[in-house]
């Protein structure tokens, strides 16, 4: 059986696998960096495949989603449910359920996991935490509008 521990992934993430859970992954509005776009570039995708116009994201580079027989699901989900860039997937998928309230600057588990009970903050180490904070940083640092 597919153990996700063998190629070194994260325990908070084995149980979104093996729960086969990709709720996440529909009508996402995931945002990434200009460096989650080139590391996905470099597997051959091209940026016009997979990331909305600017224009409709508020200058953030940001996921497209597609129609799929599992609804309207992220560009990169596959229609068994898994994610098709799952080792090179962008920085705040990592994270996520991780993320940042920004009216009160503070990390919080998302509402919308489905597993949110089980994901608390302190599943996630001190330098996830930095990760999330770092990542909110620069997504606004490349943010054409700010
Ligand atoms: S890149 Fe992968 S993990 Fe991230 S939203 Fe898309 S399918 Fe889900
Ligand atoms: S919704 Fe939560 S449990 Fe489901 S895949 Fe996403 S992070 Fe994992």
Same mark, same amino acid.
């Given at each position: ?7 070194g992934e994260d325990e908070n993430f084995v149980r979104c696998r093996f729960l ?5 992954? +529909?009508?996402? &509005?995931? =945002? %990434?960096?200009?460096? #989650? ?8 995708? +091209?940026?016009? &495949?997979? =990331? %909305?116009?600017?224009? #409709?994201?508020?200058?953030?580079l940001q996921l497209k989603n597609k129609d799929s027989k599992l609804g309207t ?9 898994k994610c098709g860039i799952y080792e090179y997937r962008p920085e705040g998928c ?53």
């Open positions: 059986m597919f153990n996700p521990l063998d190629i086969d859970c990709f709720v996440c992954c +529909k009508e996402t &509005e995931m =945002l %990434l960096t200009q460096n #989650d776009v080139k590391n996905i570039e470099q597997h051959g995708f +091209k940026s016009d &495949e997979f =990331l %909305l116009s600017k224009d #409709d994201s508020d200058g953030f699901v992220c560009f990169f989900l596959n229609d068994n449910g990592r994270l996520y359920p991780l993320i940042i309230n920004l009216d009160t600057n503070e990390e919080m588990i998302d509402e919308d996991c489905r597993e949110k009970i089980w994901f608390t903050k302190q599943k996630y180490s001190k330098n996830q935490v930095t990760q999330i904070n770092n990542l909110v940083i620069q997504l606004f640092l490349e943010n054409d509008n700010y």
